[in-house]
Structures are given as C-alpha cells and as structure tokens.
C-alpha cells in the first residue's frame, strides 16, 4: 500500500473517532465562541519569540504572549493570536508553516496545536512530553504532520487527534523541518557577519537569536528573538530591518486618548522594559517611549496618564512624570513641590495637571511649578474635572474645589449623604451627570434636583479602579480586579464582561471613543468593538 493511501485509512479512521468523542462528550461553550476576532483583540508584549514559521504570504511568531502574524505582500501585522482566541497556555517548542493554505503547525510543551489563519480556527491535541520537532513530507503534504515527543516519531493524520507511532520519517531530501538559527545564518554569510549589530538594540542591549524560518522563494530569511520580535534578512543583499509590535511588558497600566487610538503606560515587573507606546485603531505602535537612564526617565508602573496639551502626564512609582513630545521628560516629586511621592490620581488642568497623592492635592503647571492645593493631608484617590472646577475623592469622601478656591468644600447634596463620607475610588461623568463609586456602592447624581441614585457595587467586579463614560451618553464603564461592565443609566442596567474569559486579567483603566472600547489590563490592552461589548 502507497504511504498517501495508508494515511488515507489513517485519516478516516481518526475521523470515527472524533465523531465518537464528540458524541460521547458535551462541547462547552466559551469565551472564544462568543466573540469574533473583530470584535476583541488582546495586544500584549510580543518581543521574545519561541518558535518561527513562513509561508509564501505569512510569517508566524510564536511568543510568549499569542501568535503574530506579518503579512509580507501587505508588509503590515495582522491581529494577534492570544490566549483570548486558544492560542495554547503551554510554552511553544517550535512552529512549522502547513504548506496547505495559510496555517501553522506547533509543537508545546504538552503537545501540539494547528491554526488555519482563514477559518481562524484552533485544532489541537496532547502527546506524552510535548513536541519538540516536527516535518511534513514534501510529496504528501496534505497527508498530516510528522510529530517528534518524549518517545520518538508519530504520524498525525490531517483532520485527526491522535498521533499513530511506527511511522517512518519521509527520506531527508523530502523533510519540510523548521530551521535553526545556525542553519540560517550559514546560509546568509551577511547576516552571520553582522550578527552583532542586529541583535543590539538603541539602549545598547544585546540580544540572541532563538528561531528562524526562510520563506519560500528563499528570499527573505526571519529570525526571533529573546527581546527584540522578528528580525528580517534579505538573503541576497544582507540588508536587516526589525520588526516590532506589540507593548514593551505585558501588563498595562492606564490609557489616554490619542489622535487615532490611545497612549499606553506600562506597569512593569522589575527587570522588564517599561516606558509607553502608542497603539492606533489598526493595532500598530508607531511610537514607543522607553523608560531608561539614558532616556532621561525612569517609570516602571504607570499608574495613571493623561495627555494634555503637549504632554504627557504619568503617574509612577516614583512622582509624576511629564513628557514633552520631543521625548524630554521631567519629574516632579516631594522635592519639587508635591506633597508626596506617591502618585494616586491625575485630571488634566487648565496650564497643566492636578495630582492627588498619598498626602494631599497640588497642582503643577506648563511652568515647572508643583504647587499644593489646600490642607488635605490625606490620600487623594480619584479626580474629575468638570467645567472650570475639580471634583476630588478622597479616603474620607467626596469634596469639591471650585474656581480660585484655595480649600476643598463639600456641596450640600454630598454631605447629606453618609455613604459619600466613605473612601471614593473612582469618579466619572457622562453628559452632566457624575459618577462615583465606593467600596460598596455604585452611585449618580441628578444634575437638576441634586438627588443621588444608588446601588450596591457588584463583588464580582472587586473595587471599581476606573470609570470611563460611553460616547452615546447613556451610560459610563467600570473597571475592576474582577473584569468590566456597562452601566446604563438610562434603563438602568449592568452588562458585565468577566476575567478570564471575556478579558483576560484585572482591569486597570477604560477609554472609549466611537469605535472602540480600550481597556488596560494585567495582561496587556484589550480593543473590543465598542457596540458588542454594550451587547447591541
């Protein structure tokens, strides 16, 4: 019998037996079902690169944070594959382009996964060990993939699930095998030469190759890397170019709006990149603002930002931070004027920012001047500007500074309001009616009579850390450990989206512009079309 005829049987075989699992065992719905790729994409960091694959028309790089797809015709990125969409939690081994269609095969740690870009569809299986190598035979490529585990070589057929041990290996002239970086670079003298240079980033950072994968056509050469993302080699000239997307951590801390999409602050583990980047409406960051020594400022955890003017405002670790858009930076800290160096709120001023601290207020303006507001004393937690005043929650409640005040005061409606006197966590506005909410409750005020509306916060969202109104008008976002929601005011609802599944880690901050829905996460920046994470 043929090997393409044996595989065949092998193939239909597998088949029965799917269709008895899948008879015998109920298919639990998830997250990944419910939503299309449009509709949620998970941007994270994306620099250090497993395993590499190439077809004619895509490169696939298998990171430790999702798949990322280059289209070369286009020569852009397409969305990335995260744990959102299965892509597999295990580590990946090494990844093979399937010479049928646009997919890619991958070897994990616990075994191995396929994914058809077009169908954006997930098939995946276990093997003892994991995956560490896989081939396909160059004469039967539609036939299934050579899988290499803990116990040698199996065959798996296309369209099955598992692997069938004792087959043997197609001769090595017919093998298409992942490449190794050495094999790469043997194979493109230029780019072994210079080696050193492509692997040295602007902060003078080596770095090594870990993969690579030629195309095709032979003409490009793609190497991953241990920090930097995809490097590509022309093979023929040696010219380099990198290729970056994504954050420079994993976790993001706060948003601001841009021009086109949003600005995003790292909140960085110790020994990860930290700094900001911009992330468009496509998903591409054009413009990266790395925290370093040699950048002139360091900001690890990015709190809270705010663009105004022509700066940037971030709240760190270490004081507040100002960035000027040629990328100088200032820090304000204790030693310049604020009550303390722990940053807690920002709400954009007039000539500059207000900043509510662990100690109190200021305000510090275009002019280098860090100025304190009043005699808080106390952290201030959440602030809004509404017109020419500042609304400013504090643990010990809601207060209120009005134009040229010097001191906070408490309006009237707030102060017959015992639960206002509890700490205020965050606060928003949507048209003119303001939001807050507490440790226990959620509530907002009419701005005609006064009165306030209150509800108990929900325990599953954990303490609100953001409130962020919708640009319909109807409603307003809220962020927390526990996931997201929209609160329409209006009907008087809650929609709530949950981590993991709807979002993958705590929400740190929410913006929402027309189109999208931006939340800042543990795990990276979540982009939901804004009208189906309303529900309609």
């Known amino acids: 019998m043929k090997a393409a005829d044996r595989r065949s049987g092998q193939v239909a075989v597998g088949r029965i037996a799917v269709l008895l699992l899948t008879a015998a065992s109920p298919v639990r719905l998830t997250a990944q079902s419910l939503w299309r790729p449009e509709e949620r994409v998970l941007l994270s960091d994306f620099s250090r690169v497993n395993a590499i694959a190439a077809s004619p028309a895509l490169v696939f790089a298998a990171t430790t944070h999702g798949l990322t ?69 160059a004469r039967d490529p539609a036939g299934g993939v050579f899988l290499e585990g803990a116990r040698g070589w199996a065959f798996l057929p296309r369209g099955a699930f598992t692997p069938i041990a004792g087959q043997p290996l197609p001769p090595p002239a017919r093998r298409i095998a992942p490449l190794s970086p050495q094999a790469a670079l043997n194979a493109t003298p230029a780019a072994d ?51 970056r997307f994504g954050l420079l951590a994993a976790a993001a801390g706060s948003l601001a709006r841009g021009d086109d999409g949003v600005w995003v602050a790292t909140l960085a583990q110790v020994g990860e990149r930290s700094g900001l980047a911009r992330v468009s409406s496509a998903l591409t960051t054009d413009s990266v603002l790395e925290s370093s020594g040699a950048s002139g400022f360091v900001c690890r955890a990015g709190r809270r930002l705010v663009a105004s003017g022509s700066f940037l405002w971030v709240a760190c670790e270490r004081g507040l931070l100002r960035i000027a858009g040629d990328g100088r930076s200032r820090v304000f800290d204790i030693g310049r004027g604020l009550p303390s160096d722990d940053v807690l709120a920002l709400a954009p001023a007039p000539d500059g920012a207000w900043v509510g601290t662990r100690l109190g207020l200021a305000r510090v303006t ?85 009165d306030w509306s209150l509800t108990h916060a929900r325990s599953d969202l954990g303490p609100i850390s953001s409130i962020a109104p919708d640009p319909d008008g109807a409603g307003v976002w809220l962020g927390g450990p526990g996931g997201l929601a929209f609160w329409d005011l209006v009907r008087g609802t809650l929609r ?11 929400v740190r901050d929410l913006v929402a512009d027309q189109d999208y829905l931006w939340v800042a996460t543990d795990s990276g920046v979540v982009r939901f079309d804004r009208r189906t994470a309303r529900g309609g």
């Open 69 to 137: 797809i280059y289209d070369r015709v286009a020569r852009a990125w397409r969305p990335p594959v995260t744990s959102l969409d299965g892509y597999p939690l295990a580590p990946v081994r090494v990844a093979l382009a399937d010479p049928v269609g646009d997919a890619v095969w991958l070897g994990t740690d616990q075994g191995w996964a396929h994914y058809d870009v077009e169908l954006r569809q997930w098939e995946s299986g276990p093997a003892a060990g994991g995956v560490t190598g896989l081939v396909i035979d």
């Open 193 to 243: 030469a210079f080696r050193a240079l492509f692997l040295m980033d602007p902060r003078l950072r080596a770095y090594a190759f870990t993969c690579a994968a030629r195309t095709p056509d032979r003409g490009d050469v793609f190497f991953g890397t241990n920090g930097m993302g995809i490097v590509r080699i022309d093979a023929a000239t040696g010219q380099w170019e990198p290729l």
């Open 366 to 450: 275009d002019a280098d001047r860090a100025e304190p507001v009043g005699d808080i004393g106390r952290p201030v937690l959440s602030l809004l500007v509404t017109g020419d005043s500042l609304w400013v929650g504090t643990v010990d409640g809601l207060a209120l500074l009005l134009p040229g005040a010097d001191e906070l005061g408490v309006p009237e409606d707030v102060a017959r309001e015992p639960w206002l006197h509890t700490p205020i966590l965050a606060i928003g506005c949507v048209g003119d009616r303001l939001v807050v909410a507490t440790p226990d409750q959620l509530a907002w005020r009419n701005p005609q009579s006064g």
């Open 496 to 506: 709530v989206l949950y981590a993991p599944n709807d979002v993958p880690a705590a």
